[in-house]
């Protein structure tokens, strides 16, 4: 099997993402589609540019996961591009 190492590579087999805070375990749900659509097929899901919404950390941790029925119990989030002030 080949190795999924982007976005575009997981579309044909996982439906959604999960991203997890690796400081304080908040986690949320994305679908991979939502995601390709802000910020491209070619990204890596270790790489995303993406914040906690608890702790303000910016280091999240990425999964794959397979569908509603693993993730029944989650609200799933639309993702956006989002332009940081500075």
Known sequence: ???LRTLGDAER?????RVTCRRCSHS???R???MIMAVGRGRSPHRL???CSVCQNERPSAE???GP???KDEIIWRAER???RR
């Open 1 to 3: 099997m080949r190795t």
């Open 13 to 17: 087999h996982f439906s959604h993402l």
């Open 28 to 30: 949320a749900l994305f």
């Open 32 to 34: 991979i589609d939502d």
């Open 49 to 51: 540019p993406m914040r």
């Open 64 to 66: 794959f996961c397979s």
């Open 69 to 71: 029925v693993y993730c």
């Open 82 to 84: 989002i332009q940081y």
